[in-house]
């Protein structure tokens, strides 16, 4: 009897073996994930006025201090117009001239002891400078000439006014450049960048004064000299 049961023990192995003692498949080691790349980082494309919709240059450190002084006259400047009689008729030019000169003033009291370099410290001179040295290059000596042809020869001074008068009458203001205004920090609308004999100067545009400048950087002589 014991034949039979052993044979029998030996089907049941040979099944067991055949159904339950498959070798199990390999469990798939777990891969460490490398670390993921960082994403690159954004580069802040500067904007400035030949950028589409732009309409500053590039800024800064000196450009943002550039505007914390300015900022500072633009606040004297507020609190004396209020001081100024309002005009009740803006296309009388009489009036306009009167009302700009109390103005001017004004403003001249209200600064007498303000000296150049108020705006134009010596970390935005350093960068208006190199700005306007490198636009210089750029030139021609005939560009450069005729850039300066009519401005005014006299050297400026701090909240004197600037020349708008020749011996021959009134003389429009020159033109300043286009392509270097893009490259300067933005002004307000009461204030503009103008050449003034070898000067760069910031002109208040109403009370026609000169709030600051910054000598010797001019491309070529006043009146349309080469340098």
Not at 150 to 166: A, F, H, I, K, R
């Amino acid at each position: 009897m014991r034949r039979p049961v052993r044979h029998a023990l030996c089907i049941v192995a040979a099944l067991g073996t055949a159904v339950c003692g498959k070798s199990p498949e390999p469990v798939p080691t777990p891969t460490v994930a490398s670390e993921s790349p960082k994403p690159a980082q954004a580069t802040a494309t500067p904007v400035t006025r030949d950028s589409p919709g732009g309409t500053l240059a590039a800024p800064n450190a000196a450009f943002a201090e550039f505007k914390r002084q300015l900022e500072l006259y633009l606040a004297v400047r507020e609190k004396v117009e209020g001081s100024v009689p309002k005009l009740s008729q803006t296309s009388d030019p009489g009036k306009i001239a009167a009302r700009s000169a109390l103005l001017a003033a004004a403003i001249q009291a209200a600064r007498k002891d303000v000296r150049q370099g108020a705006i134009f410290t010596p970390a935005v001179s350093a960068e208006i400078r190199r700005i306007l040295a490198a636009d210089a290059a750029a030139r021609t000596p005939a560009e450069k000439a005729h850039l300066m042809a009519e401005v005014p020869g006299q050297p400026p001074t701090v909240n004197g006014l600037y020349p708008t008068d020749s011996p021959k009458g009134p003389a429009a203001l020159a033109s300043f450049p286009a392509k270097l205004l893009a490259l300067l920090p933005e002004l307000p609308e009461s204030v503009e960048y103008r050449f003034l004999g070898h000067s760069l100067v910031l002109r208040d545009v109403i009370a026609n004064i000169v709030v600051d400048y910054l000598p010797n950087v001019a491309p070529a002589r006043p009146g349309g000299g080469l340098e």
